[in-house]
């Protein structure tokens, strides 16, 4: 499968929302709600933030929030802060047997 | 408390044998799919495979099919990832980490660093 497409960069100033946008196919994104999450800072390991399109895992701020529409996921940052700055990257079900996972290619978030 | 603990880092040669380990606990490690995935040095995530610990029935992304070897040792809740002959573009960070039904990704290990070189 193709990775899933993803801006590169995005930016925002302290208190402001961000959307960051994450666009598969019908055969991933589309096709069902299996998509997640992950915030990457610096030298660290991945963090579920976001799973099954718009649910948060326990701990997870409320300030994040997951929406889908048609073949494109977005996840939105409210009310930024400094320590939301990291690397966030969307994945998908691809919908084989093998219990496939696709990742985008990750967006970096730059806190003004 | 879930921990998904991997191996330390390894510096290798071209060409020389490497497996690293994850080893699981604080939940059923044969209950649930361990991923595997790898973050070249700058890049993003790439989904290399995974193996169910309960009966070691594996799956590979068709990139990484031949190239690696995902297993795992039930009787100590440990995966493992192996190369038989290592290259200069396996220089990466890999991950491990617990798969549940949608592709979700709920624990991570702290990655194990990966070093090929000459």
């Known amino acids: 499968q193709s990775a899933l497409t993803q801006p590169p960069s995005a930016s925002g100033s302290p208190g402001q929302s961000v959307t960051i946008s994450c666009t598969g196919t019908?055969?991933?994104?589309?096709?069902?709600?299996?998509v997640s999450w992950y915030q990457q800072h610096p030298g660290k390991a991945p963090k579920l933030m976001i799973y099954?399109?718009?649910k948060r895992p326990s701990g997870v701020p409320d300030r994040f929030s997951g929406s889908k529409s048609g073949n494109t996921a977005s996840l939105t940052v409210s009310g930024l802060q400094a320590e939301d700055e990291a690397d966030y990257y969307c994945?998908?079900?691809?919908?084989?047997?093998?219990?496939?996972?696709?990742f985008g290619g990750g967006t970096k978030l730059t806190v003004l | 408390e879930v921990q998904l603990v991997q191996s330390g880092a390894e510096v290798k040669k071209p060409g020389e044998s490497l497996k690293i380990s994850c080893k699981g606990s604080g939940y059923s490690f044969t209950s649930y799919w361990i991923g595997w995935v790898r973050q070249m040095p700058g890049k993003g995530l790439e989904w290399m495979g995974i193996i169910y610990p309960g009966d070691s029935d594996t799956r590979y992304s068709p990139s990484f099919q031949g190239q690696v070897t995902i297993s795992a040792d039930k009787s100590i809740s440990t995966a493992y990832l192996q190369w038989s002959s290592l290259k200069a573009s396996d220089t990466a960070m890999y991950y491990c980490?617990?798969?549940?039904?949608?592709?979700?990704?709920?624990?991570w290990g702290q990655g194990t660093l990966v070093t090929v070189s000459s």
């Open positions: 099954e399109v718009s």
């Open positions: 980490a617990r798969l549940l039904v949608g592709a979700i990704l709920d624990y």
């Open positions: 019908s055969s991933d994104v589309g096709g069902y709600n299996y």
């Open positions: 994945s998908s079900y691809a919908g084989s047997n093998n219990l496939d996972v696709v």
